[in-house]
């Protein structure tokens, strides 16, 4: 007879489409259709990846109460008291559905849902954290009082790099036979940059580029951690080192706050670079553009292992990156892309300035990033350490 429960409860910060949820869903998927656990999800909060994450499991939202629908539940949320009994509620009936459900395990996605481990409280219940921070992001992002309940309440670790895998040693004390390596990834083998010129050429014309544009891309959400300033910054350098070059630069991810926007847009005016520069709304699918690339500027401060260096690597564009900002160094290491000092955007500009001009050590690099996103970072490889972990603490047997 079927147990009633779940092999794995997962939980998730939101559903949003930025790195750690598009990690998770992607997981989930890759669990349904190559094993036969049963699991359950519990979001922070929803987002625009809340039906996607519907379709591949049951899934629940921690502070669903305190969201806008419908009408007459908006206008009792406006009164304080009312918000906080109904949210309350709300939570206290999502903790007798965990309870009756009986997950074997708990998986915790990020950092970020260490009030929901402490408010569902379920001590026999083994649980595994998958860390996706460094340390400016756990001070800021997730608060250390949440990520204290975290190491309350988890027997192990996973983390995405070997710069977060120290920063949890070295910053919290924790010890490192909790701690496993299980890299972020993605379906690698199915990205091919196979018809790249097209690519690029598409992107040309759909951002009023010139034909003959060199176009240097970044990534993600606009703020001091990403370096969406930096990477200004970096195209001020080129234009000045090289200004009759036609190397353009996109950075896609938003959205910019109004505040953002009169920030980099008075640094592009003052550098002379507003021609040379796009910025590009979240897309729904940014594979194309980052197939249209020539190269990859991560630029972030601190990244612990972000899933746009994978989804570059895959597509062969060669990386250049900040040393002590993360993963993507451990990466490029010394043979597929380069690594400049911490913060020096001028190194940065001319490592691309080499890129340009070199046009088969741009194709070296980028194949052998590629091959190495191939060997370390494809669900292939990542996803049995996953159900790995999972087996050992559910004493499932997983496919």
């Known amino acids: ?20 949820p598009i990690v998770l869903l992607r997981m989930l998927r890759w669990l349904r259709e190559n094993t036969d656990l049963s699991f359950s999800v519990v979001l922070g909060r929803g987002g625009p990846l809340e ?3 519907r379709k591949v499991a049951d899934t629940k939202v921690y502070y669903a109460a305190t969201r806008t629908e419908p009408h007459l ?15 309350y509620s709300h939570r206290r009936l999502l903790k007798m559905f965990l309870w009756f459900r009986k997950p074997r395990m708990i998986y915790a996605n990020t950092a970020a849902t260490g009030d929901m481990l402490a408010f569902f409280d379920l001590p026999q219940v083994p649980t595994v954290t998958h860390v996706h ?21 988890t027997n192990q670790f996973l983390a995405v790099s070997q710069a977060v895998r120290q920063n949890l040693i070295l910053n919290h004390n924790i010890s490192d036979d909790d701690i496993d390596m299980v890299p972020e990834f993605l379906p690698v083998g199915e990205h091919s940059r196979t018809d790249c010129e097209n690519a690029r050429l598409n992107f040309i014309k759909r951002f009023g580029l010139p034909n003959d544009a060199f176009i240097v891309g970044a990534s993600g959400t606009p703020g001091w951690r990403k370096g969406s300033d930096l990477f200004v910054q970096v195209a001020g350098h080129v234009v000045r080192t090289r200004p009759d070059a036609p190397i353009y630069f996109a950075w896609i991810g938003g959205p910019l706050t109004k505040t953002e926007s009169e920030h980099l847009l008075h640094d592009c005016d003052c550098l002379g ?19 249209g690339l020539s190269v990859f500027a991560m630029v972030s401060r601190e990244d612990p292992y972000p899933i746009v260096t994978i989804e570059a690597a895959a597509e062969a564009v060669p990386i250049v990156c900040f040393d002590q900002a993360g993963g993507t160094q451990e990466l490029l290491e010394g043979d597929a892309g380069f690594v400049v000092p911490y913060l020096d955007t001028a190194a940065m500009a001319d490592r691309i300035v080499e890129l340009f001009d070199t046009s088969s050590l741009r194709v070296q690099l980028g194949d052998r990033v590629r091959e190495k996103v191939l060997e370390r970072n494809d669900a292939s490889v990542v996803m049995p ?8 603490h559910t004493g499932n047997q997983v496919d």
Do not use: C
């Not at 507003?274 to 553009?289: A, C, M, S, V, Y």
């Open 133 to 153: 921070e460094l340390e400016v992001a756990l001070r800021t992002l997730v608060g250390l009082p949440q990520f204290s309940r975290i190491i309350r309440h």
């Open 73 to 87: 539940l908006s206008a009792l949320l406006r009164v304080p008291g009312l918000r906080r009994i109904i949210g």
């Open 385 to 392: 350490l996953i159900t790995n972990v999972i087996r050992r």
């Open 51 to 53: 039906s996607d994450y």
């Open 273 to 291: 670079v507003t021609e040379r520069i796009r910025f590009i709304d979240t897309q729904p699918d940014p594979i194309p553009l980052f197939q």
């Open 1 to 20: 007879m079927k147990r009633r429960g779940v092999d794995v409860l997962f939980l998730g910060h939101d559903a949003s489409q930025t790195g750690a």
